[in-house]
């Protein structure tokens, strides 16, 4: 079994997710493609990141359209901080050591490479899959890290997660930039409407 994982905060989930999950899966041929809300991440300010409860709900609403997409609560459900290595551990002993698993990252968390937790031994147990994000120079990156992950070309699609959030708290729209789904989800829930 081949699986893709598309590991983030998705805070919130949104178009460009879709596109570079949608693009990646169609390319690579995985059995299934994941989505991984991080409940805590290790290298992220907590004050802009709401809820892994929220987070999770609008992730499965977000991809409920597309049927070789899931969305998983491993991270969400385990306690203390979101550790790559021991979600890839956890997939390994539910889907067998056999199975192939490819982290998709955004090209930008190459860069960050170097403060993952146990990063060589996750970098033996499962490849990385680096998708373009623009404003970053990939060449600044560790060479012993561009050597093991693919580097991949997906549509440019510049929306930010950061821009929704902000978009919401002065009262503009955000339709086309999240699915209807999710739009009506932070509405419903007044989120990032302050802070």
């Known amino acids: 079994m081949n699986i893709g994982v598309m590991g983030g905060t998705f805070n ?3 178009l460009g997710h879709l596109i570079c999950a949608e693009e990646v899966y ?3 041929k995985f059995d299934e493609l994941i989505f991984m809300p991080s409940a805590r991440p290790p290298h992220k300010e907590y004050g ?4 892994p409860e929220h987070r999770y709900r609008m992730t499965v609403l977000a991809t409920q359209g597309n049927p070789h997409f899931c969305v998983s609560r491993m991270e969400v ?8 290595i021991q979600t890839v551990r956890d997939m390994k002993a539910l889907y067998g050591e056999e199975t192939g698993i490819s982290w998709i990252v955004g090209a930008d968390a190459i860069l960050e490479m170097h403060i993952w937790k146990d990063i060589d031994h996750l970098l033996n147990i499962c490849n990385f899959i680096a998708i373009n994000r623009p404003g970053y120079d ?3 990156a560790n060479r012993r890290f561009l050597d093991k992950v693919h ?3 997906v549509t440019n699609v510049d929306i930010s997660a950061s821009e929704i959030r902000e978009r919401v708290k002065q009262g503009k729209s955000i339709k086309y930039l999240v699915t209807h789904e999710v739009e009506n989800y932070i509405n419903k829930n007044r989120l990032y409407y302050y802070g």
């Not at 802009?48 to 809820?51: A, E, G, K, L």
């Open 26 to 28: 169609d390319y690579f």
């Open 12 to 14: 919130p989930p949104h």
């Open 151 to 153: 580097l991949f070309e």
């Open 48 to 51: 802009n990141i709401i809820d």
């Open 138 to 140: 990939i060449d600044k």
């Open 77 to 84: 459900d385990r306690p203390g901080r979101s550790y790559t």
